[in-house]
Structures are given as structure tokens and as C-alpha cells.
């Protein structure tokens, strides 16, 4: 059992007590026996003997000096809302500036090796965050609101509460934008939070955070602690902060969640998933897009693509020879390919060679350590790499575990279905365990085939046939919410059409609709390309994301899993403790909590009498 107490074997470097800001490293280490590291006994601990772990006591305390009902809230304080409204105007005005954004890329370079259009990416979004927090907009994250009660002077008043005391973790591989990102969303909703970013890339964030006070952050409200992840879980038990906000790997994260008791939201690993369907269009485009979304950063984004399921029309095109070919063309000196923090080089190694074993299986580029580097051995260098697996050698049991390991590295795996295996892709995204993100690349009827497109006409004819008519929500002339006066007169028009033509009512209406849609595009100079059969492709791209659960999914021919931009949710699905980050919704369900508070201050009505007892 530890306790922990003050003693002097950290030193903090920022005078606390003036400035609340907490940045300790260790200096020195006490040696009390005869391992050059240990500071206890281990053969004397027991209840009477409590062992002494040392230097956390400052965040501890700090932290325990924030009320639950936080710093502010909407009762109380209300006035810091509109303070961290100037702050985000401020350092979004300062990130703004070319030269500190340049020094916050660089920085970012020299810790977490990616290119400098990556790093930069990463000041633009963790910038345009702040820019989107300034003025009022702090103010209206906290929105109430009010519902009239049963009698006179009854109303109840919900309210976005804060938790009060709270930690952020976060990992290495985006050392500004999420821990900015996530500081702010809890600082806005009136947390205190102590701040752990992993301590590889920490330089990043001690930086930002003298930014912020030099934009007005009040000082004792962040503290930022520098420190391993083994010493921080000890310190989350002692501090017992009201929520903690993880994001890494889903090994840490289900750790915290027994040691924290549930009192996390968690934003952890991701196998995602890309799957292009049978509409074959843009192969330049869809195998840049799946260059980036599995390499950019040497494959260290959690949203980085896992695996690839083809349908069969794409594999006779050059789209896996175009995907190799831009993989081949990144290189160590600018970083667009560079060292794995996480993973070393064998490991990543022995896991293509597991996967190589499984029947079927090849190696498709890559697979190659990195050569002519000094990256330390601790560290791993490969080359981009994909690896084919037939699609029903994934779903046996005996594979799927090892197939859907998550390898953080420039790693995919690619597979292929045929037009009547999409139930085979669903089951395995169904069996996948992590739900972060997933692009479904399907939307252009050019290349749907004649006899598909028929089959829907035949289908969607009998369908309006045996039901007469469309209901508004689809009818083609008159669009949703037509009035059954509107309906009516459709109806007869379609009807005399079919007369006329001798074809069916049906497929009257199918004309009428893609001729509608013609004229609509046609209206909009062109841009609106929606047919008939782009109905189907949608529609089939509706049932994939209608079967799936990924919390940031993309939809359309540009689809990707890469991609956390401030303007929209980033975050896992189907999981209660998944976190989001970004965006106004994820900043209030990861930073606060629902309060209702129910006025009910009379008149007693004016003959009230005591009642029997109920
Ligand atoms: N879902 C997301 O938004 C998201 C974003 C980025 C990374 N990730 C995931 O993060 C992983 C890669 O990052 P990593 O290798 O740094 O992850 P990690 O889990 O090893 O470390 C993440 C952070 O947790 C700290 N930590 C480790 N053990 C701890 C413990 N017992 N108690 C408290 N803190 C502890 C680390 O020091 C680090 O700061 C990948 O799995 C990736 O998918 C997820």
C-alpha cells in the first residue's frame, strides 16, 4: 500500500506557490539500501510500515483545493466564461502568427518525428480550436435551459455542471492538439484539471501553456506534471480526480477504468477500417487518400487505416500499384516516413511474419526494416507496408485477434469481396473491438453495372406498383412534405405518363425522379450529379453505415479515417466511457455533466390544507 508524502527527491522547477503552475522532473534519488534506485525496503513494508512514495504531494494538494462545483459554473463565477472567451481570442490572434506557429511545428518535429506539413496541420487545427472558443462562445457551451413546472412559481433549470478536480492524459502522437484541445474543452467548463502529457513529447505543451499565461490563463488554474505512466496512475489513486480523460492505448485505458472505478472517458486504440465500393472512380485520388491515411506519421495516428476491404472491381485497376508507389516515394530526410515511438522494428517484424503464416496471405510492399538510418534500436524504422489476407481466413477465429491488432506503425492490411461478400465485411467490423474511425468510399453511379441499376428499377417499379404511389418524403416533383393535394395531382400525372407510355406507374415515377434530378443539376450548373442509380450507390452505402458503429465515420468517394479537424467530432462509438474531442458536443459531454434544478418557490395555493397521509 503507498502513501504519498512530501519529501525533497523532486524538485519543482516553477515557484508553485506563486504561480500553481507545477513542472517537476526528477533530480535526485535517495538511497536508503543497497539497489541504486530503491527508496524503500520492500521486505518492511506492513500496515504499520506504510512505504513512502515521494513527490506528488504539490498535485495532490492543488487539486484537492478545487471544489466539486469546480472553478465556475453557471451560478457561480459566470464572469471566467467570457475570461477564457478573451484567453482563446488571444492565443488563437498569437498561434496565428507565422513565426510562433512555425516555432509550435518545429517543435512538434523535434519530439514526435512527422513531416512539417503534418506538424503544421496540427498548430492549424489546435489554432482554428481557439479561434472557434473566442467571444461568447465559451458562454454558450454552458447553455441551460428551462422547462414550466406543474403550478405557479415551479420551473426546473438544467445545467451543464463541471466535475471540479480533473486529470488529462494523453499520448506522444499529437503532443499540441490533443492535450490543447482537451485542456481548454475542461478549463471552459470550469474544471481545474492537472495535466499528463506523455513526457517524450511534453516540451510541446510546457511551451503552450506559457503561451496561455501570457494570453491570461490564471496560473493556479492548470497544473501540469511531467512524469511516467506508472507514477501517474499512483498519483490519479491518491488524487482521486472526479474524471480523467484518457487517450492512448486501450491497455492503459481499461487499466484506469478498474483503477478509477469508472470515473474516465476514454478515447483509446483504433483498428480502422476503409471500404471502397463497387463504384470504381478517381483511382488517383482514393490511392493518395490511402497513402496519407495509412502512412502520414509513420501510421502513428490512432485514426490511421488498419485495413483495406476491395471490392472486386477494384482490384484489377492500379489502385494497390498507385498505393505502392506513392508509399515508395516518402522518405527519412523530410520524415514523410520516420521512427516508430512505440514499436520496434522486431516486433513489428515477427507480426508480418505471424501474418504471413496464414494461408493466402502475401506480402504486397514493404516488410523491410528502414535502411541507412541512426534511429536508436529502441525505436522502430520500416518501411511503408501493406500485407494481403483473403477475407475468410480474417473471420476464421483462430486469425481475427491477430489480424485486428492495432500495430502502431506504417502498417495495413489489405483484403478483397466480391459483390455478394459485403455481409463478410460487415461480420468483421461487427467483431472488431475498437470503434474509432472508418470510411466507406462509394458514391458514383458511372460505373454501377447496367444490370444492377435494372434490378432497382424493376424492384423500386414493383414496390410503387403494389404500393401505387411514393409517399412525400421521395416523391420527385414535389419533394418532402408535398401536401395530399400536391400527391394527388402527381399521382395523376404519373398515371396518364403510364397510359401514354405502357410502361409501369413505377417506373414512370423513376424517370420522373432522375429527370427532376437532370433539371436540378442542370439548375445548379452541374454540381448537383444525383441519379437514379447515385440513389443506389447511396443507398448501399447507407446499409454499410447503417451496420456499423464507428464514432467519426466518412461517407463519399473522398472518404478517409484520417482526419480530426476542430470542425467536427473525433472520437470512438459504442462504448458509455468513449470521449470526443473538438467540437462543442464533445467538449460538453467529456466536460461536464447534467445538473437540474427545480425552482418551486410558491404561492402555496390559497386554501391548501395538510393532506392524509399518502
Ligand atoms: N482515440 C484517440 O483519440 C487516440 C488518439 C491518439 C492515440 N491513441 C492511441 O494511443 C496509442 C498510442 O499512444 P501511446 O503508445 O503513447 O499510448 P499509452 O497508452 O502507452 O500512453 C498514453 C499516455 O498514458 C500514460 N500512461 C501509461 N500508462 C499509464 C498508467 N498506468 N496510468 C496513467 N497514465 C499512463 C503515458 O505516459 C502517456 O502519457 C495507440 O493505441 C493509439 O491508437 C488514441
Redesign the pocket.
Known sequence: MFRFKPCSVFRTVANRAASGFLFTSLTSRRRIHSFPFATIDAEEISGSHPAECAFLQPFVESLSKCPKHGLHNPLRAPERYLLYGDISTKAAHLLGQPEVSNFFARLIQRVSPKSYKQAQGEVFVTQKFLENFCGDQVRFLARSFAVPGNHLGQQSNGYRWPYGPVAI??????PLE?PLLQLMGALYMGNKPVL?????VCIVMEQMIRLLHECGLPKEDVDFIN????T??K??LEAKPHMTL????????E??AG?LRGRVK?????FDWKILGPDVQEIDYVAWVCDQDAYACSG?????QSILFMHENWVSTSLVPQIKELAERRKLEDLTIGPV??VTTDRMVEHIEKLLEIPGSKLLFGGQPLENHSIPKLYGALKPTALFIPIDEILKDKNFELVTT?L?GPFQVITQYKQDQLALVLEACERML?H?TAAVVSNDPMFLQATVIKLVVVWISSRISSTLLPGADASPETGAGATEQARGSEQARVQERARGSGLSAGAVWVKMLHATHVRRRERNGGRERMTVASAWARLRGMEVLGRSVNGTTYAGIRARTTG?PQNHW???AGDPRG?G?GTPEAIKLVWSCHREIIYDIGPIPHQWKIPLST
Not at 492524459?169 to 499529437?174: A, Q, V
Not at 512524469?227 to 506508472?230: A, E, I, Y
Request: hydrophobic share 45%; glycine share 8%.
Open positions: 492524459i494523453t499520448p506522444f502522437n499529437f490533443i499528463k502529457v506523455d513526457s517524450k512524469t511516467d505512466g506508472m501517474m496512475n498519483f490519479l484518457f487517450t492512448g492505448s486501450s491497455r492503459v485505458a487499466k484506469l483503477d476514454l478515447e483509446d486504440a483504433g502513428q495516428k490512432c485514426s490511421a515511438l512505440t492495432e502502431f475498437a474509432l480530426a473525433f472520437g470512438p470521449a474531442i
